[in-house]
Nanobody, 121 residues
Framework: QVQLVESGGGLVKPGGSLRLSCAASGFTFSNFAMSWYRQAPGKERELVAAISKTASTINHVDSVKGRFTISRDNAKNMLYLQMNSLKGDDTGMYYC??????????????WGKGTLVTVSS
């Protein structure tokens, strides 16, 4: 059974930091590109950061560049998002996403249930 379980969210003051984690199981983690998405209240879900299977390619959306860092540990089947200098606009539900190809070259995509980040004084 495929599972993506996010953790590490919470309430933090502006300027603070959080580290989100995503524990993956039930699939070959190292064969999947991974991403973090977020959805603010009343807004659509947006891509925050993405990392390739071997971490050779990493991208962050402009609004978080220099503040957030995505990383992965294929030995532990873990995805991380280090978030520094948090702002109110960073408030939202953060989701872990896995994307890859199955044995028949079919597209596979998995989502976690999310962890809530609230940035407020």
């Amino acid at each position: 059974q495929v599972q993506l379980v996010e953790s590490g969210g919470g309430l933090v003051k502006p300027g603070g930091s959080l580290r989100l984690s995503c524990a993956a199981s039930g699939f070959t983690f190292s064969n999947f590109a991974m991403s973090w998405y977020r959805q603010a209240p009343g807004k659509e879900r947006e891509l925050v950061a993405a990392i390739s299977k071997t971490a050779s390619t990493i991208n962050h959306v402009d609004s978080v560049k220099g503040r957030f860092t995505i990383s992965r540990d294929n030995a532990k089947n873990m995805l991380y998002l280090q978030m520094n200098s948090l702002k109110g606009d960073d408030t939202g539900m953060y989701y872990c996403n896995a994307y890859g190809l199955g044995s028949q070259m079919e597209a596979l995509e998995y989502w976690g249930k999310g962890t809530l980040v609230t940035v407020s004084s």
